[in-house]
């Protein structure tokens, strides 16, 4: 069983930076893929950048590209969402995702079968 747990949330102004960090409770390269979803108030979850796990390509929504990097520690057994240039737009609660399966397509929130509790983010302008 998998155990996640998000930290690194806060507040920031906007053009400011924050590391979202994702603590995995077994090896995470047991893991098909891993990703980062967010849900503003009001709206639906939407999935912000994939790893899979073992080939490390990554995948991003249009709008955070250029932006947030995510990326994986195996040895600590995390997984991480770096976010630059941040915009009110990008406030929201953040959640972490794994999920074992190979033939997953790893994009939307029926893909993951695992989820951390969230971390929330809030940019003010």
């Known amino acids: 069983q998998v155990q996640l747990v998000e930290s690194g949330g806060g507040a920031v102004q906007a053009g400011g930076s924050l590391r979202l960090s994702c603590a995995a409770s077994?090896?995470?390269?047991?893991?098909?893929?891993m990703a980062w979803f967010r849900q503003a108030p009001g709206k639906e979850r939407e999935g912000v950048a994939t790893?899979?796990?073992?080939?490390?390509?990554?995948y991003y929504t249009d709008s955070v590209k250029g932006r947030f990097t995510i990326s994986q520690d195996n040895a600590k057994n995390t997984l991480y969402l770096q976010m630059d240039s941040l915009k009110p737009e990008d406030t929201a609660m953040y959640y972490c995702a794994a999920d074992f399966d190979t033939s997953s397509r790893c994009r939307g929130t029926t893909d993951f079968g695992y989820w951390g509790q969230g971390a929330q983010v809030t940019v003010s302008s």
């Open positions: 790893i899979y796990t073992k080939s490390a390509r990554t």
């Open positions: 077994a090896y995470t390269f047991n893991t098909y893929c």
